[in-house]
């Protein structure tokens, strides 16, 4: 099993969960986060004053995968994110040492 974490733009979270539902995906985390890459930041005009964001709102997304579904997932997810603009993101995945559901109390695969 595996953990997969995408860090995405904001507007691309409706896209990116279509494409990962079609692939059976029954359930993800996503969490609202700030941070920056490569763009480091922008400056923004407020009351004529200039200032500078130095930390850009992202969303984080995290989902658990078998591992023959991480290189079908990771295509959707680039295909539905994917912009060509600096700050499109970037895809971690783990290894999923066990999984457990609470309420039944699968473990492993079945968990997921």
Known sequence: MKLITAIIK???LDEVRAAITEFGVSGLTVT???GFGRQKGHAELYRGAE???DFLPKVKI???AADGEV???IEAIVEA???GKIGDGKIFVFDL???VRIRTGETG???I
């Open 97 to 99: 040492e066990q999984a």
């Open 71 to 73: 290189d079908k997932l």
């Open 62 to 64: 995290e989902l658990a």
């Open 51 to 53: 200032y500078q964001v």
């Open 81 to 83: 994110a994917y912009t």
């Open 109 to 111: 695969a079945d968990a």
């Open 10 to 12: 904001p507007y691309k």
């Open 32 to 34: 609202e986060v700030k």
